[in-house]
């Protein structure tokens, strides 16, 4: 709900709504809180309440610095490593993002994006890239709808994301990394003219 923008940044919220509405106990509410605080997506004020982060450019650049290092190694060792399933998979989710592109579906796109990322983090089984990879991704999904993609956004995103997926299903560790490379490239690019994007307006339903 924080990444699609249905809680928008500067958004309160509450333990006792959020477990309402979800159909669970405080406690599971209050540790998914502060795993959301400790990947920056929201902020705890003691005797205040929880705040939705706000969204910045500047941090997503600093983001995308560290982001960009741990995404090269990952392809690298995930070239060399990655199992045979895993390999198949990937292969898989390039062929979804191939046709979330051909249909130009937004969910598609997005849902084979959080399959593409899981697999990826884990492919290269080095659970220190894969914790620190995985804490930054959500921040990256909520800024792409934070800031509307256009169609070629929409299409080279998605082209990107097969070729990565390609290249360490194929073992090609030299081409992993370039692939990677091109991707943090569109993605750096992306948030430098985001400021030129129109910001859609999102509400918090109750």
Request: glycine share 4%.
């Amino acid at each position: 709900m924080i990444v699609t923008l249905e809680f928008p940044p500067g958004a309160l919220l509450s333990e006792p709504e959020l477990g309402k509405r979800l159909g669970v106990s405080r406690t599971p509410v209050g540790e998914a809180l502060q795993r959301l605080a400790r990947e920056g997506l929201v902020t705890i004020l003691p005797r205040r309440g929880i705040v939705v982060s706000e969204i910045s450019v500047s941090d997503q650049l600093r983001l995308l610095e560290l982001r960009r290092e741990i995404s090269r190694f990952i392809a690298r060792m995930g070239a060399m490593r990655a199992s045979d399933e895993e390999r198949l998979e990937l292969r898989q989710v390039a062929r979804a993002f191939q046709e979330a592109a051909a249909a130009r579906d937004t969910a598609a796109l997005m849902s084979a994006d959080k399959t593409f990322h899981d697999l990826f983090a884990a492919c290269a089984h080095n659970s220190f890239a894969y914790n620190a990879i995985n804490s930054m991704e959500a921040l990256m999904r909520r800024f792409w709808y934070a800031h509307s993609a256009s169609e070629a956004d929409f299409i080279q995103s998605s082209r990107l994301h097969a070729e990565l997926a390609r290249a360490v299903a194929k073992g090609d560790e030299t081409a992993a990394a370039a692939a990677s490379d091109a991707l943090s490239d569109y993605c750096e690019d992306f948030v430098r003219t985001a400021l030129d994007r129109p910001r859609p307006v999102a509400s918090v339903r109750r």
